[in-house]
């Protein structure tokens, strides 16, 4: 089974719209991390961000935000007033605390059109 | 700061070759790992190493091994290259393992 499911593997959206991308996970450790990395077309993978699992308040850094809830086993992205350069494939990962693994989920291809 | 260091950047091989990709971090980070990543697909993880000396098989390692003799190195090495091995191989490092991870820029690797 997986461990981390991204259910959307491509979405499109117009330039100014919000786009929300789906994070579930699975793990029986109370204690857990996960996180969102990004990897625009040049490649390269670029961290976003880092939530525990003790810790499930949203979070908002500019036009991003990140809803973490646990009940659902879901972390999920918004990206709010979308722009090109938001244009990436999205990946959600989880570490747990038994064991030194890291899981990525398969990701998510954003396009955003102008 | 030059962070993750991967090299090559591209490599052909010939089925049955063998190779190792390099892998250098000056962030002092204990951990390492290695990841492959397939067309459309997610990241795999093939080996990782939590210290100098240590070293352990994530989910793919048939095919590959690994060492760690430094903290700042980790090599990946191909014995005997297979055309299901060509990917897009990235190296990262953290300082834990409830820590991000900061990637090299990747290897991408045909085998022919």
């Known amino acids: 089974a997986q461990k981390v499911t991204q259910a959307q593997t491509e979405i499109s959206v117009v330039e100014k719209e919000d786009v929300t991308l789906d994070c579930v996970y699975e793990?029986?450790?109370?204690?857990?991390?996960l996180f969102w990395y990004k990897q625009p077309p040049s490649g390269e993978l670029v961290f976003l961000i880092r939530?525990?699992?003790?810790?499930?308040q949203n979070e908002i850094s500019g036009r991003y935000s990140w809803n973490f809830q646990k009940s659902t086993s879901s972390f999920n992205f918004t990206i709010t007033a979308s722009q090109v350069v938001d244009s990436a494939v999205y990946f959600c990962?989880?570490?747990?605390?038994?064991?030194?693994?890291?899981?990525f989920g398969t990701g998510t291809s954003l396009t955003v059109i102008p | 700061n030059a962070g993750v260091t991967q090299t090559p950047k591209f490599r052909i091989l010939k089925i049955g070759q063998s190779m190792t990709l390099q892998c250098t971090q000056d962030m002092n980070h204990n951990y390492m790992y290695w990841y492959r990543q397939d067309p459309g697909m997610g990241l795999k993880l093939i080996y990782y190493s939590v210290g100098a000396g240590i070293t352990d098989k994530g989910e793919v390692p048939n095919g590959y091994n690994v060492s760690r003799s430094t903290t700042e190195d980790f090599p990946l090495r191909l014995e005997l290259a297979a055309p299901s091995q060509t990917s897009v191989y990235f190296c990262?490092?953290?300082?834990?393992?409830?820590?991000?991870?900061?990637f090299g820029d990747g290897t991408r690797l045909s085998i022919l």
């Open positions: 990262a490092s953290s300082r834990g393992q409830d820590q991000p991870q900061h």
């Open positions: 939530r525990n699992s003790f810790d499930e």
């Open positions: 990962a989880l570490s747990e605390n038994t064991g030194n693994q890291f899981y």
């Open positions: 793990t029986r450790d109370t204690t857990y991390y």
